[in-house]
């Protein structure tokens, strides 16, 4: 087995320029025993979770369960072996690990959408509270389906937690960044409406945002941030990431798609230095109703490349923005935005903490 758990923390002999600290140099709020268990190489795992039943345990649920019992406060990491996995997991747990076989080997698959008559909240496949939590080489997926309107892939409510080459597939409302800061890198993320949206502070770096087909008359918006007053640090950044059509919208003219739409009255979502395909509409962001939020919000454009990046024929709103500097720029970096190089290098995933 350990040639397949491989550290999830095995970054820390990367180029300085990654922002990687090295073990002996964690930070102050890193528990010594947590320390010690992030050094691990490779690390043991606390669980197996294994469809054949070569773990500890066949469902995910079920290792889930068992972490919750646990009381030293610890990291605890959880081996979910490749296989498709037909449950809904929930739970609040701090400082809990998951690492799979790989994107697209080791999947977490639901179906529950607000048309079952689920709340958005309750549709997710996978929903995480508590601190710390750690996700890598894994799918998480809902299949409702464009017909079934809201329906999560995903909900993160964990305070500092961290997505590494992990996928995300849905629909409508696929990744909700509910509450938190929250980084993500190396990912994929697949939807139709408001597919990346929540009140969390989040930066998506590294990724690619897919956008899939919906229904004929549906728009396509990518993001639908929930900020809701001016003094909530958060929004969501989307950073030297690609934004491109998933295999069913390749040559469709029919259906619009945006880089997002207001949600509540103080949205901030800011795209930067990403390459960003022909398929979205040369507005580039979508009223939410009318002309709520437009005075508002802070949407903001810097330095993207592609065929529909081109910002002349963007919006006019007053919270629109063409980013022209750097030092604006800089603001809704990881390490500005997120203070991300306080958190992050101990987790072992590479960041780049500037522009």
């Given at each position: 087995?350990?040639?397949?758990?491989?550290?999830?923390?095995?970054?820390?002999?990367?180029?300085?320029?990654?922002?990687?600290?090295?073990?002996?140099?964690?930070?102050?709020?890193?528990?010594?025993?947590?320390?010690?268990?992030?050094?691990?190489?490779?690390?043991?795992?606390?669980?197996?979770?294994?469809?054949?039943?070569?773990?500890?345990?066949?469902?995910?649920?079920?290792?889930?369960?068992?972490?919750?019992?646990?009381?030293?406060?610890?990291?605890?990491?959880?081996?979910?072996?490749?296989?498709?996995?037909?449950?809904?997991?929930?739970?609040?747990?701090?400082?809990?690990?998951?690492?799979?076989?790989?994107?697209?080997?080791?999947?977490?698959?639901?179906?529950?959408?607000?048309?079952?008559?689920?709340?958005?909240?309750?549709?997710?496949?996978?929903?995480?509270?508590?601190?710390?939590?750690?996700?890598?080489?894994?799918?998480?997926?809902?299949?409702?389906?464009?017909?079934?309107?809201?329906?999560?892939?995903?909900?993160?409510?964990?305070?500092?937690?961290?997505?590494?080459?992990?996928?995300?597939?849905?629909?409508?409302?696929?990744?909700?960044?509910?509450?938190?800061?929250?980084f993500y890198r190396n990912c994929d993320i697949y939807g139709t409406v408001d597919f990346?949206?929540?009140?969390?502070?989040?930066?998506?770096?590294?990724?690619?945002?897919?956008?899939?087909?919906?229904?004929?008359?549906?728009?396509?918006?990518?993001?639908?941030?929930?900020?809701?007053?001016?003094?909530?640090?958060?929004?969501?950044?989307?950073?030297?990431s690609r934004i491109t059509a998933a295999t069913d919208m390749i040559g469709v003219t029919?259906?619009?798609?945006?880089?997002?739409?207001?949600?509540?009255?103080?949205?901030?979502?800011?795209?930067?230095?990403?390459?960003?395909?022909?398929?979205?509409?040369?507005?580039?962001?979508?009223?939410?109703?009318?002309?709520?939020?437009?005075?508002?919000?802070?949407?903001?454009?810097?330095?993207?490349?592609?065929?529909?990046?081109?910002?002349?024929?963007?919006?006019?709103?007053?919270?629109?923005?063409?980013?022209?500097?750097?030092?604006?720029?800089?603001?809704?970096?990881?390490?500005?935005?997120?203070?991300?190089?306080?958190?992050?290098?101990?987790?072992?995933?590479?960041?780049?903490?500037?522009?």
């Open positions: 087995m350990d040639t397949i758990l491989f550290s999830i923390f095995n970054f820390f002999l990367l180029i300085s320029s990654c922002n990687i600290i090295l073990a002996d140099e964690f930070l102050s709020w890193v528990s010594v025993a947590n320390r010690h268990h992030l050094q691990l190489t490779p690390p043991k795992a606390d669980i197996v979770v294994a469809q054949d039943g070569s773990g500890n345990y066949t469902t995910i649920s079920e290792a889930v369960a068992a972490a919750a019992k646990k009381t030293d406060g610890k990291r605890l990491v959880i081996y979910v072996k490749q296989g498709v996995y037909k449950e809904n997991v929930e739970f609040k747990i701090s400082n809990l690990t998951f690492i799979g076989d790989g994107m697209d080997a080791t999947i977490i698959t639901g179906n529950r959408s607000a048309r079952d008559g689920f709340r958005t909240f309750n549709t997710a496949t996978f929903g995480v509270s508590g601190y710390g939590f750690i996700a890598r080489d894994m799918t998480f997926e809902n299949t409702a389906g464009p017909e079934n309107n809201q329906s999560v892939a995903l909900r993160s409510n964990s305070d500092r937690s961290v997505f590494y080459n992990c996928s995300f597939k849905g629909y409508q409302d696929t990744l909700y960044v509910y509450r938190g800061a929250q990346i949206f929540g009140y969390a502070a989040v930066v998506f770096q590294n990724c690619n945002i897919y956008i899939r087909k919906p229904l004929s008359y549906q728009k396509n918006t990518i993001t639908a941030h929930g900020r809701e007053s001016l003094e909530d640090n958060t929004g969501i950044i989307i950073h030297n029919s259906i619009e798609s945006y880089l997002g739409r207001p949600w509540k009255k103080y949205s901030r979502t800011v795209v930067m230095k990403c390459t960003i395909d022909e398929l979205i509409h040369p507005a580039g962001w979508l009223p939410w109703n009318g002309s709520f939020a437009l005075n508002t919000l802070y949407y903001g454009e810097y330095l993207n490349t592609g065929s529909g990046a081109n910002t002349n024929g963007r919006v006019k709103w007053p919270g629109y923005h063409v980013i022209q500097n750097s030092t604006e720029a800089s603001k809704f970096t990881v390490d500005n935005f997120l203070s991300g190089n306080s958190w992050i290098p101990a987790t072992g995933v590479p960041f780049e903490g500037g522009l």
